[in-house]
């Protein structure tokens, strides 16, 4: 992880003489820019009358030749339409144009043609397209647009790369778009990668240690197989989802690849090796018989959960993938993840929970900061001028959803353990509970087998199960915490109420 980090962070201090392999006398040639990305607006004319307008990214890419002062250059444009402005997919190049920049010019020319697999505005016509692109001075540069969003300019602050101005002409299919566009300071929003990186890296420490703890607890006292697998099934999906949309986060965006893969690693090692692995657990203690009956069983139960755990993980990613634009809402479901415990709790009427209080506390908390700071800061990484932008985002009402559900699962649980798993179920639709203290003679004589002590006849503490073995209370009660099944002959127990 420092190893990545310090990559990054040596390569915003050397953008200045290297970027991608581009020469270095770029900087001089392009008007001293640390970057050559820059994000403004366009507009787009048919025969003299507007047709569609927009904001757009425009990439530079420029190479010293044989020739001094001469350099050839590749320009190209990704539009988007004010309606996909909050897409969070990736956007790929529309126009390509290459040409020819001359030192201290202050202008350059480019020629292109259309592709109508990218720009289809004129069906399966390819039109030629000659651009002149003027470099403005910073002392003469015009306001910033008021239509423009805001964390274009913030992304400009400190940079001293020249904003830009361009017109395109398309004399065969007669239309011509003009544009104005800021540049994207990289080495600002390389800072804000690397901090957003150590921020998502500590709260995924948090939760690796929250599942250590709850797997320790679970092995000292409280049973697995109390633990709900749909609610460690959907954190491990969150966390497989937040590791692939990572990864191809980084693979879209060239120059923080290395910051922006360390939260992937991170994310895959809590899905992969903590979290699947707590599911194989539970789902063992509770297939334990099918587990003893040798390799052939085992495998066939290992076949069924992974078969099916990897296939909604698969689903999910095809879902998300196609619903990019809903993402926010798809967030807000995911975090109802502790409402299959609660419901677990009260179908098995347990009244002690099997998760521990600081794994719960750890994971909502972590968790929740990661969503506040996505869609709660305004001026955050996906801010749309490298990253792509997340939908509805800053959205304080799902902020408010998110919160307020989160206090809402967790009040519930605390309150299972005062009152017991069932104590919002209405009583008529309880099952009917099985009577651990029934009126039954006890001899002098008669054991505890679990801590090996007479049981009293006339102590109202001491409970028969419907078996008709005798134990004190508050030792039959640890041993539930462990298997629900009888000491003495290994029959069900049902729930004490």
Not at 60 to 81: K, R
Not at 168 to 183: E, H, R, V, W
Not at 203 to 229: D, N, P, W, Y
Not at 248 to 262: E, H, K, P
Request: glycine share 6%; charged share 15%.
């Amino acid at each position: 992880m420092g190893f990545s980090l310090l990559s990054d962070f040596l390569w915003s201090g050397s953008s200045h003489q290297q970027n991608n392999g581009i020469n270095t006398d770029t900087q001089t040639n392009l008007g001293t820019m640390p970057s050559e990305v820059y994000r403004g607006r366009y507009d787009l004319q048919k025969n003299g009358s507007l047709t569609q307008e927009g904001f757009l990214r425009v990439a530079l890419a420029s190479q010293q030749t044989s020739i001094t002062g001469i350099n050839t250059l590749t320009m190209s444009l990704a539009l988007l339409e004010p309606h996909k402005h909050t897409s969070f997919m990736s956007t790929e190049s529309d126009l390509v144009f290459s040409g020819i920049n001359f030192r201290d010019a202050g202008t350059l020319t480019a020629t292109g043609a259309t592709s109508p697999s990218r720009f289809s505005l004129f069906g399966s016509l390819s039109c030629r397209l000659d651009a002149i692109v003027t470099f403005k001075s910073t002392s003469k540069a015009s306001p910033p647009d008021a239509k423009a969003p805001k964390q274009h300019n913030a992304a400009s602050q400190g940079s001293s790369q020249n904003p830009i101005a361009g017109e395109i002409a398309a004399l065969d299919c007669g239309f011509s778009m003009t544009f104005a566009a800021d540049p994207i300071n990289i080495n600002y929003l390389a800072q804000k990668v690397v901090h957003y990186s150590v921020w998502v890296n500590v709260l995924t420490f948090v939760q690796i240690r929250c599942f250590l703890m709850q797997m320790r607890h679970t092995e000292e006292g409280m049973s697995a197989a109390k633990v709900s697998m749909v609610c460690i099934g959907l954190q491990a999906l969150m966390d497989a989802y937040d590791s692939f949309l990572h990864l191809c986060l980084g693979l879209s965006a060239q120059y923080m690849f290395n910051t922006i893969a360390v939260i992937c690693l991170f994310k895959f090692i809590l899905f992969s090796l903590l979290e699947a692995r707590y599911l194989l657990i539970i789902w063992r203690q509770r297939q334990h018989e099918a587990f003893n009956q040798g390799w052939e069983a085992a495998r066939r139960e290992l076949s069924w959960l992974y078969s099916r755990f990897y296939g909604l993980l698969i689903f999910g990613l095809i879902f998300i993938y196609n619903n990019m634009d809903h993402l926010d809402i798809i967030t807000l479901c995911f975090q109802g993840y502790w409402v299959p415990q609660i419901l677990y709790d009260a179908w098995l009427g347990a009244r002690r929970s099997a998760l521990s209080s600081s794994f719960v506390v750890g994971v909502s908390v972590s968790r929740s900061l990661l969503i506040l700071y996505l869609w709660g800061c305004p001026s955050g990484v996906f801010s749309g001028d490298l990253l792509p932008h997340l939908p509805g985002a800053p959205n304080p009402r799902l902020l408010i959803a998110v919160v307020f559900l989160q206090v809402a699962q967790v009040t519930v649980m605390v309150l299972q353990r005062s009152f017991g798993g069932r104590f919002f179920v209405p009583w008529l639709c309880l099952p009917r509970a099985y009577n651990y203290y029934r009126n039954v003679r006890i001899d002098g004589a008669t054991e505890c087998v679990i801590c090996m002590s007479e049981i009293d006849p006339e102590d109202a503490r001491r409970v028969i199960t419907p078996c008709d073995h005798k134990f004190h209370k508050a030792c039959l009660e640890q041993w539930m915490d462990v298997k629900m099944e009888c000491p003495t002959c290994r029959a069900i127990l049902p729930v004490m109420q």
